[in-house]
């Protein structure tokens, strides 16, 4: 049976330089994808085009391939990103013209379609920043069908990447709907780079940490079925584990809609076949949603923030005076709004200074910048010599500045358009999904019902691992049973029963009043759970001190509670 390796080089846009390089010596490959877009990246980009409409694409991709393209032309690796982000159309040229610079032979293609940023208002979306549409895989196909070396897209789905390959191998069809969702499945496994490789994995401990950790790629079969491995000498380790947490990763429920298919990740299996290569079989899947999702940013207004940091005795009453003060000092012209946060870091008893100090944190925002500028910081430096005993800031506050507010839109598939740019500089339409349905009901786990035996009070992570991750202002925090458990389907049923959302909301106070979901992933010994608005209006708008909520998962497992005795090992 025929099979195609596809690797990653990027994860997002500020991933390791080096990465394509090392990607391209470390082994053969049939391609290379890279991802360089999320939530946030579309909004940095938005402001780049406002300044110079040239730019709009990540700038990275290209300094990477100018050290690279040679190498992947020499060992016929074909390139597949999303770093065109904006202006894909743009970027191409821009490759065009490095490799003439270079004097190498290369076809480049691009898809387009992506960007309704002109059509926002029209759609309902008045003063827009950018608002891009999710497509497919069957551009990229389309354009790899074509003949084309790189691909370079905007905003696709990040499975994308690698299914777009695997359709123009295999000639997958519209309504091969397992083999479409085994393609979803593997590119999911592979967008976000080394988190498939023990990046942010709760079980770092037992992970090679003593070298770099090496990219994923996938041995991606004409039948859907995946191996996950790593090039050979690399740090980190590939395992049921670590891939299960990247499968975890920013989903919202059992059913992950994408703009080709609708993959269903309760029929995942899992195998480990061998040394750092983890066998992917059984993916199910069903007909696309008939709407695609779109990203949409728009400015928000003006942000500032100050650190007091509180040493030593007292902090309450501390806290309380200095809230007091800027609260009466900001009084003539309050912010819109004004989010306070105390970091109880001190310690008692402490040998050190930072030991002894907690840090309270005042954030504040405003559609005027004058607000949260010259008149916040001059608020708080005013109380210098005039607030609680050892008072001193992290750094001098500053001017304000612009931040971001991300949401949501929904289109039907056949009004976005989708347009493949070949090589040769003829324009292709892709047509919409011939099939369409909405995603079946979720499976809600959480029964509530008690555990009878022994239980013996100590912190959750003792028993499981967890991955979290944002979704605009939602937070998706994946919770699992690790693969080696001896009695791993035991320790599962007790967790599906026992994680409900009124348990998290116990554990987690933050989510206290806010949606809370939680669905189950019995092949993974998993629960997903999702909650609604705890990130407000996404990363670049939020004020908590984990904007994206990467480290939920961590504070979940901190928290004691009452696990049964015969789990623990």
């Not at 393209?69 to 999303?82: K, M």
């Not at 988190?195 to 991606?220: H, I, K, M, W």
């Not at 949606?515 to 998993?526: E, K, Q, R």
Request: proline letters at 7%.
């Amino acid at each position: 049976m025929r099979t195609i390796r596809i690797g990653n080089c990027s994860g997002f846009y500020g991933d390791r330089f080096s990465a394509m390089a090392e990607m391209l010596e470390g082994g053969p490959l049939d391609y290379l994808t890279g991802d360089y877009l999320a939530e946030l990246t579309m909004l940095i980009l938005g402001k780049d085009r406002r300044k110079d409409p040239s730019l709009g694409y990540a700038k990275t991709f290209l300094r990477q391939l100018a050290g690279s393209l040679a190498l992947a032309r020499q060992r016929g690796v074909r390139i597949v990103t999303n770093a065109g982000g904006l202006n894909p159309a743009g970027l191409a040229d821009a490759v065009r013209s490095l490799a003439t610079d270079q004097g190498i032979d290369v076809a480049v293609a691009h898809v387009q379609g992506d960007d309704l940023t002109g059509e926002a208002a029209a759609h309902g979306w008045p003063g827009t920043l950018t608002a891009n549409a999710y497509l497919g895989a069957f551009g990229i196909a389309e354009a790899l069908d074509a003949g084309a070396d790189i691909v370079v897209t905007g905003r696709v789905t990040d499975a994308s990447l690698t299914l777009g390959p695997a359709i123009a191998e295999f000639g997958w069809g519209r309504t091969d709907f397992d083999r479409l969702a085994a393609g979803v499945v593997a590119g999911h496994i592979l967008e976000c780079g080394t988190q498939a490789t023990g990046g942010n994995f709760a079980g770092f401990a037992a992970v090679d940490t003593s070298r770099p950790l090496g990219f994923p790629l996938a041995e991606l079969s004409a039948d859907g079925t995946a191996v996950v491995t790593k090039h050979p000498g690399t740090g980190g380790a590939v395992t049921v584990d670590t891939i299960t947490a990247q499968l975890v990763y920013e989903v919202a429920g059992p059913h992950y809609a994408n703009p080709d298919v609708t993959a269903r990740l309760d029929t995942v299996e899992l195998e480990q076949a061998g040394p750092d290569r983890v066998r992917v079989t059984s993916v199910r899947g069903v007909a696309p949603p008939p709407t695609t999702k779109i990203a949409l940013n728009s400015a928000g207004g003006w942000r500032n923030t100050v650190e007091f940091v509180l040493t030593g005795l007292d902090i309450e009453d501390k806290e309380r005076w200095v809230r007091q003060q800027m609260t009466r000092a900001l009084s003539v012209r309050p912010p819109a709004e004004i989010v306070w946060d105390l970091a109880r870091t001190d310690h008692a008893d402490p040998a050190t200074e930072s030991a002894a100090s907690a840090v309270l944190r005042c954030h504040v925002k405003d559609p005027d910048p004058a607000v949260v500028g010259r008149a916040f910081s001059s608020a708080a430096v005013e109380l210098a010599l005039a607030s609680y005993p050892g008072f001193h800031v992290t750094a001098p506050p500053g001017q304000g500045t612009p931040f971001g507010i991300y949401r949501a839109g929904y289109l039907p598939q056949e009004l976005v358009p989708h347009v493949v740019i070949r090589p040769d500089g003829t324009a292709v339409d892709i047509a919409p999904p011939p099939v369409t349905a909405d995603p079946p009901e979720e499976t809600v786990a959480g029964s509530g019902r008690t555990h009878e035996g022994p239980e013996v009070a100590v912190p959750l992570g003792r028993l499981v691992f967890a991955r979290s991750g944002d979704k605009g202002g939602t937070a998706s925090v994946g919770v699992w049973i690790p693969a080696g458990h001896p009695r791993r389907a035991e320790a599962y049923a007790w967790l599906r029963d026992w994680l409900t959302p009124a348990a998290v909301s116990r554990l987690l106070p933050e989510s206290a009043g806010l949606g809370i979901d939680v669905f189950a992933l019995p092949n993974l010994g998993a629960v997903n759970i999702v909650i609604d608005g705890l990130l407000g209006d996404g990363v670049a708008s939020s004020t908590r001190f984990d904007p994206q909520a990467k480290a939920v998962g961590e504070w979940l497992r901190a928290r004691v509670v009452s696990l049964p005795k015969e789990f623990l090992t």
